[in-house]
């Protein structure tokens, strides 16, 4: 029970309407030909529904990969369907995908293409080390990891801490003298969530199955922590 996901957020603040706009039938078809296999993949967008301030859909991609069968490699056709948000908060459009960071990062530049003709148009969110300390102090007592990158001590590239004690020792202090926060699993006061999360705003929620309660905890406990 893992739902793993990243936070991005738009170049420029489109409206909800704009953005459904934008998206709404994009569908392309690609023709796939390896020896005797042949394929149409798709890639399109499905299932949108705006709500208020919110958009989610769908991202449907194929993609061939390969598999041994009978003493040959043959190519097989798979299919990505990745959940996705835009969510708009204090003043900026949020993104957020559904999908482990390298495929969340891979959807991300895909729907920049769609939005805005380019990549660039949707970028990484940032949450701050000091931010990232705030979320751990809201329940200290329950963050079980901690790492530490932009380590001052020379040779030493990241810090980290594990275990069920971590608030009960000064390590944590020292560590944050020498370098910045940026991962931490931690639960979540109001949801009791494990979740773990980086400054890069990748948010992994450790004991939840559900993707719109994935989408419910982001939109109203992790959009505030994101800084330009």
């Given at each position: 029970m893992v739902v793993a996901g990243k936070i991005f957020r738009l170049s420029e603040s489109l409206s909800i309407a704009e953005i459904a706009s934008r998206l709404e039938g994009h569908r392309i078809e690609e023709e796939y030909e390896e020896g005797d296999s042949k394929f149409t993949l798709l890639t399109e967008i499905v299932g949108l529904s705006p709500k208020q301030n919110m958009l989610r859909g769908v991202y449907s991609h194929d993609y061939v990969t390969h598999v041994f069968h009978r003493g040959k490699v043959?190519?097989?056709?798979?299919?990505?369907?990745?959940?996705?948000?835009?969510?708009?908060?204090?003043?900026?459009?949020?993104?957020?995908?559904?999908?482990?960071?390298?495929?969340?990062?891979?959807?991300?530049?895909?729907?920049?293409?769609?939005?805005?003709?380019?990549?660039?148009?949707?970028?990484?969110?940032?949450?701050?080390?000091?931010?990232?300390?705030?979320?751990?102090?809201?329940?200290?007592?329950?963050?079980?990891?901690?790492?530490?990158?932009?380590?001052?001590?020379?040779?030493?590239?990241?810090?980290?801490?594990?275990?069920?004690?971590?608030?009960n020792t000064s390590l944590f202090e020292d560590y944050g003298k020498h370098g910045d926060l940026w991962y931490v699993v931690a639960k979540s006061r109001g949801y009791g969530y494990v979740v773990g999360i980086t400054r890069e705003a990748s948010v992994t929620v450790f004991n939840l199955a559900d993707k719109e309660k994935y989408l419910e905890y982001v939109t109203k406990e992790l959009y505030s922590l994101i800084t330009v």
């Open positions: 043959a190519p097989l056709p798979r299919t990505v369907e990745a959940v996705f948000s835009f969510a708009q908060h204090n003043g900026m459009t949020f993104l957020t995908v559904v999908e482990k960071k390298r495929m969340a990062n891979l959807i991300a530049n895909k729907l920049s293409e769609v939005l805005f003709d380019k990549i660039g148009g949707v970028l990484e969110a940032r949450i701050a080390p000091e931010t990232l300390k705030s979320f751990h102090l809201k329940n200290p007592e329950e963050t079980k990891i901690a790492f530490f990158d932009n380590v001052d001590i020379p040779n030493i590239n990241k810090l980290s801490l594990y275990g069920p004690d971590l608030i």
